[in-house]
């Protein structure tokens, strides 16, 4: 038994029949809502209930985290932009041209995280425009985390139909 035997025995490479591929999913997408911008989401409901100190701290945060992004963005943004474009080309013509199915089940996971760090980014840079603070800076958080949720369903129901429909053409047809 050669190492890659191994590795594929340990590891089913047939992810959308996998338990822990859906696993993942649910988690990636539930972090994904809870942390808007960097900032967990109950920081949000603790400064809108509490205000004072607790709005304080989510301000702070919320600005360290736009500044880390837009220098981020700022700084290696074409070459971040190529790595990513790069990236889910390659994973697209492994998955759905060589039709290798741990490759169409990165895509289908990268795919829509991709879409929610552009609006992250989106959010970020008109956050520091507007210079939000207190209700509005939460409701631009709100509204953010509505707009992950909604792209995370989306991508979870497609997600689902696309590894149903693998599932069920492996199937033998019967007599």
């Known amino acids: ?19 822990w591929f859906w ?3 649910a988690v990636v997408w539930s972090m994904a809502s809870h942390w808007v911008l960097g900032v967990p989401y109950d920081m949000v409901v603790r400064a809108s209930r509490h205000g004072g100190a607790a709005e304080a701290d989510l301000e ?8 880390r992004m837009l220098f981020v963005a700022t700084s ?21 041209w060589y039709a290798i199915e741990f490759a169409q089940a990165l895509f289908c996971l990268l795919l829509p995280l991709t879409v929610v760090w552009a609006m992250s980014l989106r959010a ?10 207190g209700d509005a800076l939460r409701r631009r958080l709100r509204v953010q985390r509505v707009f992950t949720q909604a792209v995370g369903m989306v991508a979870i129901f497609l997600t689902a139909l696309w590894g149903m429909y693998q599932n069920l053409s492996r199937l033998p047809l019967g007599d």
């Open 1 to 19: 038994m050669d190492w890659q035997t191994a590795v594929f025995d340990v590891i089913d490479m047939r992810s959308f029949s996998s338990l």
């Open 23 to 25: 696993i993942a999913l």
């Open 60 to 67: 702070a945060l919320v600005r360290i985290n736009v500044d």
């Open 76 to 96: 290696l943004g074409a070459w971040l932009i190529g790595l990513v474009c790069f990236v889910l080309t390659t994973l697209a013509l492994l998955g759905f």
């Open 124 to 133: 970020a840079v008109r956050i520091r425009a507007e210079a939000l603070s």
